[in-house]
């Protein structure tokens, strides 16, 4: 299939679950602060996988997933009503690992910003010579 036409069935599902989500339209209690990140579609506009995020604690990420599943047939059969195509694509919404690897790679920069800041610092360096070797003063005649 086109993939433009992959790229607009994937950004409408997108804008249909993230106004049901922001609407409330589905009215679970477990449902917490999500997020729709991203969507992709197979080829055969039959799949599409829904990537969110959920902030919170650990038991609240769960209630949400809980809430998502638990909702998939009525956002598939909004998603049906606005999409527009012969056959529905089954949702299955995945959490977004994304988050999780950037909080891990800005806890290794931050530890190596130490690590550098500490071995800097132990060192003493200073400048070998002057500051600036190429900057002389103008000699006033």
């Given amino acids: 299939m086109d993939e433009t036409r992959r790229e607009k069935v994937a950004a409408n599902i997108m804008t249909t679950v993230a106004s049901m989500l ?3 339209s589905i009215k679970d ?3 917490g602060f999500v997020t729709v990140t991203s969507v992709e579609v197979t080829g055969d506009l039959q799949h599409a996988k829904v990537y969110y995020t959920a902030y919170g604690s650990e038991s609240e990420k769960t209630g949400t997933a ?3 599943a638990s909702a998939r047939g009525l956002i598939r059969s ?3 009503k606005n999409l527009g195509t012969r056959l529905t ?3 299955d919404f995945v959490a977004d690992p994304v988050p999780d ?3 891990a790679v800005e806890s290794a920069l931050a530890e190596a910003r ?3 800041e500490a071995l800097a610092a132990r060192k003493g360096t200073e400048f070998a010579g002057e500051a600036d070797p190429y900057k002389k003063p103008r000699e006033e005649e």
Avoid: K, M, S, Y
């Fill in 22 to 24: 922001n609407n409330g």
């Fill in 89 to 91: 694509p089954t949702l």
């Fill in 66 to 68: 809980a809430a998502l």
């Fill in 114 to 116: 130490a690590a550098d």
């Fill in 78 to 80: 909004r998603v049906g």
């Fill in 29 to 31: 209690p477990r449902l």
């Fill in 101 to 103: 690897q950037a909080a």
